[in-house]
């Protein structure tokens, strides 16, 4: 079973920064792919971006390339977003989550975090 805790959003200025973490179990980098997704108000899920297991390759949503950058500490178990040049409509609540195999896919994913809520003002 995969532990996954979200933390670091809140409440920021459009031009703003920052830094989303998800605290994983053990060994979860080792054994499966991540992912950071958003969920807006009446909007579905969406993918932002991507970790392989394998090699740590990163894949990103198209409206968030450039801005956004997905890593990993290994060591703390714990997976990052930074979030630059925030716009108001990256507010949303995001969430990480894990699947197995190394591809970075926007489905099939099988464990998910409960989310933490990023507001972006304009």
């Known amino acids: 079973q995969v532990q996954l805790e979200e933390s670091g959003g809140g409440l920021v200025q459009a031009g703003d920064s920052l830094r989303l973490s998800c605290a994983a179990s053990?060994?979860?980098?080792?054994?499966?792919?991540m992912g950071w997704f958003r969920q807006a108000p009446g909007k579905e899920r969406e993918f932002v971006a991507g970790?392989?297991?394998?090699?740590?390759?990163?894949s990103y949503a198209d409206s968030v390339k450039g801005r956004f950058t997905i890593s990993r500490d290994i060591a703390k178990n714990t997976l990052h977003l930074q979030m630059n040049s925030l716009k108001p409509e990256d507010t949303a609540v995001y969430l990480c989550?894990?699947?197995?195999?190394?591809?970075?896919?926007?489905?099939?994913?099988?464990?998910w975090g409960q989310g933490t809520q990023v507001t972006v003002s304009s």
């Open positions: 989550a894990a699947r197995t195999g190394s591809l970075i896919l926007r489905t099939g994913y099988n464990y």
């Open positions: 053990e060994r979860t980098f080792s054994t499966y792919t």
């Open positions: 970790i392989s297991r394998s090699d740590g390759r990163t």
